[in-house]
T-cell receptor
Framework: NAGVTQTPKFQVLKTGQSMTLQCAQDMNHEYMSWYRQDPGMGLRLIHYSVGAGITDQGEVPNGYNVSRSTTEDFPLRLLSAAPSQTSVYFC?????????????FGSGTRLTVV | RKEVEQDPGPFNVPEGATVAFNCTYSNSASQSFFWYRQDCRKEPKLLMSVYSSGNEDGRFTAQLNRASQYISLLIRDSKLSDSATYLCVVNEGFQKLVFGTGTRLLVSP
C-alpha cells in the first residue's frame, strides 16, 4: 500500500512563480486535506475536500487553490509564490465513518520561496 | 488564547521512566481527539485516538476530561525510540483538525 504520496519532496521557487504540489492516495478515502507546518505554529489547514468535486477553505487559504476531480488526487496550486509560503506542506486523507479515525499523512513537501 | 495548548518541552527522561504530557483545548464542542507522533523532518503519524473512558495501547495511555477540556498521554517504560514530538490534535467538526504545537520528548540511555 502506497498510502498518501506527495510530490515533489523538495522545491525551490522564485517569488512570483506558480507551481502545483501533487497529492495522491490509494485508500479510497473521501476526506483529503492540505496543511502547512511552520516552526512554533503547529499544522494549519489550508484547504480540504470531503469528496470528488467538493472543496472548501481552511484556516489559511489565501494564495492557494485546490481542485478534486477524482477521489485519488488532491493537488494544491500556488498561484504566485511569496516568501511567506516557505513551509513544509502535508497532504492527509481519511475515510468517512467514525470520526475517531485519524488522518494518514503524506511525507511532505519542503518548499522554499526566494 | 490558542485553541490547543501544549507544553513545548523538551522533556528529558532516562530510559525506563514514566512521562506524562498534557494538552488543553478551548472549543467545548470538539468531537474527537488524537495523539500524533512526529519524528524530526517526518510526517505526523497517528499514535492513538483518545476516548472519553480513557484507553491504553501497550505502554501508552490516553485520558480525556471533557469537563476540564483536558487531554493527557502517559508513556510508561520509556524507550530511546520514543524520542519524538507528540502532537495533541482536536477535531472540531467538518474536518477541521486543530493541532497543538507539540511536546518534544528526549529519552536518554
Amino acid at each position: 500500500n502506497a498510502g498518501v504520496t506527495q510530490t515533489p519532496k523538495f522545491q525551490v521557487l522564485k517569488t512570483g512563480q506558480s507551481m502545483t504540489l501533487q497529492c495522491a492516495q490509494d485508500m479510497n478515502h473521501e476526506y483529503m486535506s492540505w496543511y502547512r507546518q511552520d516552526p512554533g505554529m503547529g499544522l494549519r489547514l489550508i484547504h480540504y475536500s470531503v469528496g470528488a468535486g467538493i472543496t472548501d477553505q481552511g484556516e489559511v487559504p489565501n494564495g492557494y487553490n485546490v481542485s478534486r476531480s477524482t477521489t485519488e488526487d488532491f493537488p494544491l496550486r500556488l498561484l504566485s509564490a511569496a516568501p511567506s509560503q516557505t513551509s513544509v506542506y502535508f497532504c492527509a486523507s481519511r475515510s468517512t465513518g467514525v470520526s475517531n479515525y485519524g488522518y494518514t499523512f503524506g511525507s511532505g513537501t519542503r518548499l522554499t520561496v526566494v | 488564547r490558542k485553541e490547543v495548548e501544549q507544553d513545548p518541552g523538551p522533556f528529558n527522561v532516562p530510559e525506563g521512566a514514566t512521562v506524562a504530557f498534557n494538552c488543553t483545548y478551548s472549543n467545548s464542542a470538539s468531537q474527537s481527539f488524537f495523539w500524533y507522533r512526529q519524528d524530526c523532518r517526518k510526517e505526523p503519524k497517528l499514535l492513538m485516538s483518545v476516548y472519553s473512558s480513557g484507553n491504553e495501547d501497550g505502554r501508552f495511555t490516553a485520558q480525556l476530561n471533557r469537563a476540564s477540556q483536558y487531554i493527557s498521554l502517559l508513556i510508561r517504560d520509556s524507550k530511546l525510540s520514543d524520542s519524538a514530538t507528540y502532537l495533541c490534535v482536536v477535531n472540531e467538526g467538518f474536518q477541521k483538525l486543530v493541532f497543538g504545537t507539540g511536546t518534544r520528548l528526549l529519552v536518554s540511555p
